[in-house]
T-cell receptor
Framework: GAVVSQHPSWVICKSGTSVKIECRSL??????MFWYRQFPKQSLMLMATSNEGSKATYEQGVEKDKFLINHASLTLSTLTVTSAHPEDSSFYIC????????????FGPGTRLTVT | EDQVTQSPEALRLQEGESSSLNCSYTVSGLRGLFWYRQDPGKGPEFLFTLYSAGEEKEKERLKATLTKKESFLHITAPKPEDSATYLC??????????????FGAGTRLAVHP
């Protein structure tokens, strides 16, 4: 199966600062990556779909100016939380989708963001 | 509206006590159903993909089955290390070649010695 990494694995930042989270597909090229947010004891909620070389597609209710997504290459997507507030504290997870006839889905290990 | 429902929300078992987790779905354009295991503070770990009704897959103490309306994750003689949240997700094909993965809320399983 695919190997997906995220960096950092956890981060603490002050309110008002910006934080960048990286998602890397280590062993195959991913034209599409997905970003999820997960609050404690809740399931994963899709935030946005990241497409290589084009603008991300955001789910309803997700502020695109607050959660900036850049998919600069076939192996890297970044999520930047701008002007973070305590309510942005969450577990952020990326997903990589298989290509061609494969519908396999692989998740990164997640990034724990705490905004103080 | 596409929907995925998992039950029970939480399940407590004694070691060795077999049971089943349920994932029911009402969606159009199903491309696959996935089961994941998630430990606290970690990303989901892939367990199984099922593509068509009648399909079954097994891995150690776990067995996943699929019908046209639901999937079951059977756990045989569970051990404490099987304690985790089990997530079910359905993959839908959308127009334009895109896909969408919809998650259930998960079942929190606790296996006690």
């Amino acid at each position: 199966g695919a190997v997906v990494s995220q960096h950092p694995s956890w981060v603490i930042c002050k309110s008002g600062t910006s934080v960048k989270i990286e998602c890397r597909s280590l062993d195959f090229q991913a034209t599409t990556m997905f970003w999820y947010r997960q609050f404690p004891k809740q399931s994963l909620m899709l935030m946005a779909t990241s497409n290589e070389g084009s603008k991300a597609t955001y789910e309803q209710g997700v502020e695109k100016d607050k959660f900036l997504i850049n998919h600069a290459s076939l192996t890297l997507s970044t999520l930047t939380v701008t002007s973070a507030h305590p309510e942005d504290s969450s577990f952020y997870i990326c997903r990589v989708s298989g290509t061609g006839n494969s519908y396999e889905q692989y998740f990164g290990p997640g990034t724990r963001l705490t905004v103080t | 509206e596409d929907q995925v429902t998992q039950s029970p929300e939480a399940l407590r078992l004694q070691e060795g006590e077999s049971s089943s987790l349920n994932c029911s779905y009402t969606v159009s354009g199903l491309r696959g159903l996935f089961w994941y295991r998630q430990d606290p503070g970690k990303g989901p770990e892939f367990l199984f993909t099922l593509y068509s009704a009648g399909e079954e897959k097994e891995k150690e103490r776990l067995k996943a089955t699929l019908t046209k309306k639901e999937s079951f994750l059977h756990i045989t003689a569970p051990k404490p290390e099987d304690s985790a949240t089990y997530l079910c997700a359905v993959l839908l094909s959308l127009s334009g070649g895109y896909n969408k993965l919809i998650f259930g809320a998960g079942t929190r399983l606790a296996v006690h010695p």
